[in-house]
């Protein structure tokens, strides 16, 4: 049986025991301080009857010896206790974990840099030995030219030496001042041609070495500045690293503080919710308990007094069940003033017209049955015809009685009490469910009460 309506008995008591015989496990039992405590077992139990009946659970045995029960010993029993989650350990797991993947990504960036930072160096000392290598060669190859220049200008110098000496002889002046000019002639030419040779290889050799002084000097600096960009690397690697811990350690932080402030808030509403529901409970157990004897199941029979509806007995009866629903399901008739007692009145002077028009009818049968003889003057039955005619009428008045009855009670409370019903939704905050949980337990009982209210007024 869905949303089984709750009593709250004490256990092992005579009153549990005569529950759980009477109505088995069609009703929830919570233990506690009972909830109706009559004069005697008797009067509790017929308490606990007439709420569970207007909630629509009826009894299933009703064959019980109240006076046969007795109390039952409780035994107490040990419940473990769930073992807590450590939240401080599981804090200090999720910081060791960060700081691994920290220390892993420096390392990481280290090996990176420091293998870029060992290729750069390789590839500027392999651009500097090949350019010590081509200037060895370069200063190999002006020295052969030299060498070769040098050789040619000494035959050059021959070759001249000799004309100069035939043309002396073919001229006669072989010994002559002019011969001895020619010849200093060509040497001077030959010692400037060779001291030009001379100059141009020592130029080319100097510029070879400056160049490559120059590019040890450029490869020097090169290997600084690499050196210089790895540890720059190493050190915005770590800065990197230390900010995705420290972002790291803020979440879990951020993550703790919400969730101590959801479960802080969570539990200040369920506190909020327990409170109310059991004030609630205390309400209606007061009431109920001061008015279980009378606030009873409306019968017509009780409205009589002698042989014609007391309708002020009617009005209070009517008033009782009003009361009854407004404080069961929540609303306030104090909220709605003048309002609230207008419509009362007018629903009570409405459901008296109706009664006392079939009063007047069951009295006009009635006094037909007088004049046939059949009833005297008192309105006592003379026949059985008659007795059996007269139960008829009055049992269909009483029917039409409890009809108006019925509709006046709907009008009245049935609009209202339907919007203070209002199902729940999941809250954010609440990860667990609990507090969820608890408000579709108060809301699923309090709307099978509902509903067995609205069956019972015909809605």
Same mark, same amino acid.
């Given at each position: 049986m869905a949303n089984k309506p709750t009593v709250i008995v004490t256990q092992g008591s005579v009153d549990e025991q005569a529950l759980r015989k009477q109505y088995g496990d069609t009703i929830d039992y919570k233990y506690g301080n009972n909830q109706f405590v009559g004069a005697d077992r008797a009067a509790t139990n017929t308490m606990y009857a007439q709420y569970l009946g207007n909630l629509g659970v009826g009894r299933q045995n009703t064959d019980v010896d109240l006076n046969s029960l007795t109390s039952q010993p409780v035994q107490q029993q040990v419940v473990s206790q769930p073992s807590r989650y450590d939240s401080t350990q599981a804090t200090a797991d999720i910081q060791s974990s960060l700081r691994q993947n920290?220390?892993? #990504? @420096?390392t990481n960036q280290k090996a990176q840099l420091d293998a870029a930072l060992s290729t750069q160096i390789k590839m500027l000392q392999s651009a500097y030995e090949k350019a010590i290598s081509d200037g060895q060669i370069s200063v190999r190859d002006a020295q052969d030219n030299f060498v070769k220049q040098k050789a040619s200008l000494e035959q050059q *110098? #021959?070759? &001249?030496?000799?004309?100069t000496a035939l043309i002396s002889q073919d001229m006669g002046i072989q010994n002559s001042q002019q011969s001895l000019g020619l010849i200093q002639g060509d040497q001077a030419r030959s010692a400037t041609l060779k001291n030009a040779n001379m100059t141009e290889r020592d130029k080319a050799i100097f510029d070879i070495q400056t160049r490559l002084k120059s590019l040890g000097t450029q490869t020097a600096l090169s290997v600084t500045d690499a050196q210089a960009q790895h540890d720059y690397g190493l050190v915005a690697a770590q800065a990197t690293a230390d900010q995705q811990y420290a972002q790291g350690m803020l979440g879990i932080q951020s993550d703790a503080l919400n969730a101590n402030r959801n479960q802080q808030f969570a539990l200040d509403n369920m506190s909020t919710a327990n409170d109310y529901q059991l004030g609630q409970l205390a309400? &209606?157990?007061?009431y109920q308990q001061e008015n279980m004897k009378t606030a009873q199941e409306f019968a017509v029979e009780n409205m009589y007094t002698g042989h014609k509806l007391d309708l002020e007995k009617l009005d209070v009866q009517f008033e009782r069940d009003v009361k009854m629903a407004e404080i069961q399901f929540g609303y306030s008739s104090s909220l709605q003033g003048s309002a609230h007692a207008n419509a009362m009145a007018q629903a009570k002077a409405n459901m008296r017209d109706a009664v006392a028009e079939e009063q007047a009818k069951y009295d006009l049968f009635n006094s037909r049955l007088v004049k046939q003889g @059949?009833? +005297? +003057? &008192?309105?006592?039955?003379?026949t059985v015809e008659a007795e059996i005619y007269q139960q008829q009428a009055k049992q269909a008045m009483d029917k039409s009685v409890s009809e108006i009855y019925t509709k006046s009670i709907a009008e009245i409370t049935v609009e209202k009490m339907k919007k203070t019903l209002i199902e729940p939704t999941k809250s954010f905050f609440d990860w667990s469910g609990t507090v969820y949980d608890k408000e579709m337990e108060a809301y699923n009982a309090e709307k099978k *009460?509902? +509903?067995a209210w609205l069956k019972k007024y015909g809605q």
């Open positions: 920290s220390d892993s #990504y @420096m *110098a #021959y070759v &001249n030496a000799e004309r309400t &209606n157990q007061v @059949m009833v +005297d +003057d &008192n309105g006592k039955p003379l *009460a509902q +509903d």
